[in-house]
């Protein structure tokens, strides 16, 4: 477990669907927030004030615009952002196999901007094992970090981290977050990407 410090945190929220909107909502009140979308549409209709998907009322959408949170499908604008929080779906096809590809593209989207410092958590429905199998890598590939996992590594020190990546439910997540008193959050590091284990970065 490790205590990160809450101050300057500025969210990205990647995926802006029935779980990425209603998150980004409630953190609005507390973090300057960027929401991300691929889809220009979704985009649109929310900076316009409005969620076909009614997951937020008009009224709820129009709080969240006014708290200063943003709605893009530009990288530039989450380059800036220190934690980023998956929350992309995972079809499930004919065959009862979910399908990743959201989840490999929102990692190569936060792999070409993650930064010294940075948090990764994946909230995304995968599999047992899918983070360090099929996000990591691709974290690893596209940023120049090297993956370490912390787990039963008790020598690692983890407040020398340069990015951390987390798996962490949906519920625990804001529970942790939007109620705690102080100014810092308690996670369970999953594991750091760190620079020193590489010979350069991309």
Avoid at 164 to 193: C, P, Q, R, Y
């Amino acid at each position: 477990m490790a205590k990160i410090k809450t101050e300057n945190t500025k969210l990205a929220v990647i995926g802006l669907g029935y779980v990425g909107l209603p998150l980004a909502h409630a953190f609005s009140f507390r973090y300057p927030v960027v929401g991300f979308d691929i889809a220009q549409w979704r985009i649109n209709e929310l900076q316009q004030g409005h969620d076909r998907t009614l997951e937020l009322s008009d009224e709820q959408v129009k709080e969240a615009i006014d708290n200063g949170m943003l709605f893009t499908n530009e990288l530039d604008d989450i380059k800036e952002c220190n934690v980023y929080i998956v929350t992309v779906p995972t079809p499930i096809d004919e065959h009862k196999t979910p399908d990743l590809t959201p989840l490999k593209k929102a990692s190569e989207s936060i792999g070409k901007v993650l930064k010294a410092g940075d948090i990764v958590i994946y909230e995304s429905t995968v599999y047992p094992g899918a983070t360090e199998e099929v996000c990591i890598p691709i974290l690893e590939k596209v940023s120049g970090l090297k993956y370490i996992s912390t787990e039963n590594n008790s020598t690692l020190n983890t407040q020398n981290y340069d990015a951390i990546v987390l798996a962490v439910a949906h519920n625990e997540f804001k529970a942790m977050d939007l109620n705690a008193s102080e100014d810092t959050v308690v996670f369970d590091i999953k594991g750091i990407l760190n620079k020193d284990a590489v010979d350069g970065r991309l």
